[in-house]
């Protein structure tokens, strides 16, 4: 009988730890970043579009060239993105070096969602304050201009090692 048992706890564990090895070698997803023009009664409207990262490199995204179009969007919204994801937006073209604003946000969550939020929202902060619960601005200009639906640019850098390839809707 103790030998059935030892056999029995030694296989559990074995399986056990091939488990636990597998999840820890999944990839994290990137999550993804939704854009609206509008919010009414809490909701989006108007056009939207969904943005997600690229594991370990740059995914630039030029509002002309997305259903949300250049100089429309207003809000933002994070669902499952990764921890320390940073994302730009700015009110030029992603290649652009001059702008009006620029803004720079981190995620110290992992992984890190959020309620829908303003852009404008990002202009009352300063660099290291938090955002709301998970999201930091780590990156803050503003030289002049509108920022409410002027949005021409996001950039979302996901860390190497997430997993997650561009995807424009």
């Not at 103790?2 to 820890?24: D, E, N, P, T």
Request: charged share 20%.
């Amino acid at each position: 009988m103790k030998r059935h048992c030892m056999a029995a706890l030694v296989i559990g564990m074995f399986s056990g730890f091939h488990s636990v090895g597998q999840a820890a070698t999944e990839p994290v997803r990137p999550g993804t970043i939704q854009l609206a023009e509008n919010m009414e009664a809490g909701l989006p409207s108007g056009k939207q579009c969904t943005v997600v990262g690229v594991a370990g490199m740059p995914a630039p995204y030029n509002m002309s060239n997305t259903n949300c179009k250049n100089d429309t969007i207003s809000y933002f919204k994070f669902n499952n993105v990764p921890s320390t994801t940073t994302v730009t937006f700015k009110s030029d073209g992603c290649n652009d070096s001059n702008y009006d604003w620029r803004f720079v946000v981190k995620t110290t969550k992992q992984p890190t969602t959020t309620g829908w939020m303003s852009i404008e929202e990002l202009n009352a902060h300063r660099e290291g304050d938090p955002v709301t619960a998970g999201l930091e601005l780590i990156k803050h200009v503003y030289n002049h201009g509108n920022i409410k639906g002027k949005l021409s640019c996001v950039v979302i850098r996901v860390p190497a090692g997430e997993v997650g390839s561009s995807a424009r809707k």
